[in-house]
């Protein structure tokens, strides 16, 4: 592969839809992974195979992987693919996230053990599995993302909570680990980021205020372009924001089209 190479998870809908677009606009070839798919699709809007009809409309290369990131199998055989057909991973997105509400103490704590492995372990694993090739290849990068939720406790998002401030620490650890090889860094989301799942879900609801989700794509294009040794950060986008590094504050309702 000639062109740099974005590993994106969570990428059907959303901040990882979007960061797709952005990313192929960038001229990255992009690996399209979530678990939403035309053969197994979500009752949310959204599959891989269209964020990857977005991509390839920028003239970039999709590849398409339906991918649980609780499955540790399947984000080894996710590596294995990649580099095998092409060879390198540039940038590596962890976005793929789920929010478990309620009170935790009232829940089955197998929704407690779903948040974990979604938010924690799956972030891990792709570590795991893309950190040690990157390395071996020249360096790369990791972006994680993060949410307010982490520093701030609210009743019925315990779980997201734990999950999201462990992602942050597992950010500044890996980093530290990873020092000179591969950068690791976390964007911290401090406003609610639109995404066609609140549309779909409260359809009478106005996002309008909602942050549009191309502040994400302007904080990891940042980020991919910073050196190596720019690594172990906890940003938030009001801090990009401050330092004119992303755009100004931009509501979905002001969207074109």
């Known amino acids: 592969m000639t062109s740099p190479v974005a590993v994106v998870t969570g990428a059907s809908r959303g901040i990882g839809k979007q960061l797709c677009m952005?990313?192929?606009?960038?001229?990255?070839?992009?690996?399209?992974?979530a678990r939403s798919s035309a053969d197994s699709p979500s009752r949310l809007p959204g599959t891989i195979e269209e964020t990857a009809e977005l991509v390839r409309a920028h003239g970039r290369q999709a590849m398409v992987v339906p991918l649980d990131v609780r499955d540790e199998e399947a984000v080894a055989a996710l590596a294995e693919r990649v580099y095998g057909e092409w060879g390198q991973c540039d940038l590596l997105v962890n976005n793929a996230a789920i929010a478990v509400p309620g009170a935790t103490l009232e829940q089955p704590t197998k929704r407690w053990r779903l948040a974990?492995?979604?938010?924690?372990?799956g972030p891990l694993y792709m570590m795991y599995?893309?950190?040690?090739?990157?390395?071996?290849?020249?360096?790369?990068?990791?972006?994680?993302?993060?949410?307010?939720?982490?520093?701030?406790?609210?009743?019925?998002?315990?779980?997201?909570?734990v999950t999201k401030r462990a992602l942050e620490a597992l950010t500044e650890a890996m980093a530290s680990e990873l020092v000179g090889r591969v950068a690791v860094n976390c964007?911290?989301?401090?406003?609610?980021?639109?995404?066609?799942?609140?549309?779909?879900?409260?359809?009478?609801?106005?996002?309008?205020?909602?942050?549009?989700?191309?502040?994400?794509?302007?904080?990891?294009?940042?980020?991919?372009?910073?050196?190596?040794?720019?690594?172990?950060?906890?940003?938030?986008?009001?801090?990009?924001r401050e330092r004119g590094l992303v755009r100004g504050v931009t509501r979905i309702g002001d969207r074109e089209g």
């Open 116 to 121: 974990v492995d979604v938010n924690l372990n």
């Open 22 to 33: 952005d990313l192929a606009g960038a001229g990255y070839d992009v690996v399209v992974a």
């Open 187 to 240: 964007i911290r989301l401090e406003l609610a980021v639109w995404s066609e799942g609140f549309t779909s879900t409260l359809p009478g609801e106005d996002f309008s205020d909602f942050e549009d989700p191309v502040v994400m794509s302007d904080a990891t294009l940042w980020l991919a372009r910073q050196p190596l040794d720019y690594t172990g950060h906890i940003l938030t986008v009001g801090e990009l």
């Open 129 to 161: 599995y893309f950190c040690p090739r990157m390395a071996s290849a020249g360096g790369g990068r990791v972006v994680n993302i993060s949410s307010i939720a982490a520093v701030t406790p609210e009743f019925g998002r315990v779980s997201y909570t």
